[in-house]
């Protein structure tokens, strides 16, 4: 019987496959030695708890990386097909994915380098955009955000071992060099004037081909616009069973091993998950992997939903909320280290990193405050009505929005209205920006006036973002803070 076997046949002998009570220092020691050596008992449970445990550390670990495998399989379910094709959407509703939102159409797409670099030419104009690794670890920032600062570039990307010479940046290009084969190009085309079509047409002056030292090859990637398809960029349906463990195993086999991530790795080979060896878990083993997904899961949404920081507020008066726990970070990194917490919040409802979207100052490229509690404190009904009063004008130099999502799937609402945003330079571009504008969230439209109203559904929670884009010095110093939601 292998190590894992024996670990999980412990686990299920003294009934730790069932309801599993959380260990305090008043409790009875689980662990009895005699003369300085576990006793048998000792040992059994010392096994039992150590397989829950190391597949929950694990689960949280690595559950970006599942994650960002469920935005590539979102493109793939529409027949987009890695390192050919990439999608491209005004995005709503019907488009699953944590907290996507409707402010501007979204280029992505799978780059596949396991054939060599890849370059992505970007002309000038308003776009944002990034390269994440599999892991979601930060490769580079396109766009107004990135070195090329709007002005247009070539940004090469090149796959882990690559040493060929490259040209520099006195020849127009950018290079970045990612740790694994397949990556995330998230790009986004901002309609600065309210032209959604006109942002979208900006796509096609974007290019992304196979380089070699010798000029391009092969085709570039076609475009596929899914702005009508009804797809899911989440990892939803694996997050709280066995197929988490079955994604993040392929992802294992496929991509090599990153050095700074060696002892993860040996976490999951005391799993049954090794690259280069088949992941074969027995129906018990497939049980606590299953129970350990569902915990994880469960325990990065506290992170996300009740945090108890007390720096996690702008203002101590409202209930909004930095999503971002860690300013001006690609990783999370702080000077002790890896802010796990801030790292399991981030991606328990959102996706990509990128140090841009976590500076705090006036040079940021957008900013997120999160609300998921009405005035009261008490978590958002979408059975009950709300209003929500932001005042005039909002620090923003480009354009600003609010946008609401489910609680479960933490992605747009979905109703009828199949609305789930009231924005700046769309359903608010005729407010009287001299007084405060009102809006309303709830089951029902308010009396009078609806066009600035969200519909919610009943017997569902649902949370608010509240995106700045060209934040100004007012949104970070305090002088400018928008009112809490009010329950009517």
């Avoid at 003369?35 to 048998?40: F, K, L, N």
């Avoid at 040992?43 to 190391?54: F, I, K, M």
């Avoid at 520099?168 to 079509?197: F, I, T």
């Avoid at 990194?333 to 981030?346: K, M």
Wanted: charged letters at 20%.
């Amino acid at each position: 019987m292998s190590r894992m076997n024996r670990c999980v046949y412990a686990l299920a002998t003294i009934g730790m496959l069932g309801a599993a009570a959380p260990l305090h220092a008043a409790d009875a020691n689980p662990y009895p030695f005699k003369q300085g050596y576990p006793t048998q008992a000792a040992s059994q449970h010392v096994r039992a708890d150590e397989v829950l445990q190391r597949a929950i550390v694990a689960y949280r670990f690595w559950y970006p990386t599942v994650s960002i495998e469920g935005i590539f399989n979102g493109n793939r379910s529409v027949g987009i097909e890695d390192g050919k094709q990439w999608g491209l959407a005004a995005a709503g509703p019907r488009q699953i994915g944590f907290t996507l939102n409707s402010d501007t159409p979204y280029g992505s797409g799978v780059i596949d380098l396991s054939e060599g670099p890849v370059l992505i030419e970007i002309p000038p104009g308003p776009f944002i955009g990034l390269v994440n690794d599999h892991n979601q670890g930060w490769v580079t920032d396109m766009g107004l955000p990135g070195p090329d600062a709007g002005k247009g570039g070539k940004h090469l990307i090149l796959p882990p071992g690559y040493q060929d010479k490259v040209p520099d940046k006195s020849e127009g290009y950018y290079v970045a060099q990612s740790p694994s084969l397949k990556n995330l190009l998230a790009l986004r085309s901002l309609p600065l004037d309210g032209n959604l079509a006109k942002a979208m047409a900006a796509f096609d002056g974007v290019k992304v081909q196979r380089w070699t030292p010798q000029g391009m090859t092969g085709s570039a990637l076609q475009a596929v616009d899914t702005t009508k398809l009804a797809l899911d960029s989440s990892s939803l349906k694996w997050e709280d069973n066995i197929q988490f463990w079955e994604k993040l195993d392929k992802i294992i086999q496929e991509e090599p091993i990153q050095p700074k991530f060696l002892p993860m790795y040996g976490l999951l080979q005391e799993l049954g998950i090794q690259k280069g060896k088949p992941f074969a878990p027995n129906a018990a083993t497939k049980d606590i992997l299953t129970r350990a997904a569902r915990l994880g899961r469960d325990q990065m949404l506290v992170s996300a939903f009740d945090s108890q920081r007390p720096e996690i507020k702008n203002w101590q008066d409202r209930h909004w909320e930095w999503v971002g726990l860690v300013p001006g970070t690609a990783q999370f990194e702080t000077p002790a280290g890896i802010d796990l917490d801030a790292r399991d919040r981030w991606f328990a409802q959102a996706i990509v990193t990128s140090p841009a979207m976590f500076r705090r100052d006036a040079g940021a490229g957008s900013l997120y405050w999160l609300s998921a509690r009405d005035s009261q404190g008490v978590y958002l009904d979408g059975g009950k009505q709300y209003t929500l009063t932001v005042p005039q004008p909002v620090p923003g130099k480009l354009f600003w929005s609010v946008t609401l999502y489910d609680a479960q799937t933490r992605s747009q609402v979905q109703t009828d209205q199949d609305k789930a945003a009231l924005r700046s330079l769309f359903e608010l571009k005729d407010i009287d920006t001299t007084k405060p504008v009102v809006l309303s969230f709830g089951p029902k439209p308010p009396k009078g006036d609806a066009s600035h109203w969200i519909k919610t559904v009943p017997g569902r929670g649902w949370f608010a973002y509240f995106r700045i884009y060209g934040p100004e010095a007012a949104a970070f110093d305090k002088s400018w803070k928008p009112g809490d939601i009010v329950r009517q």
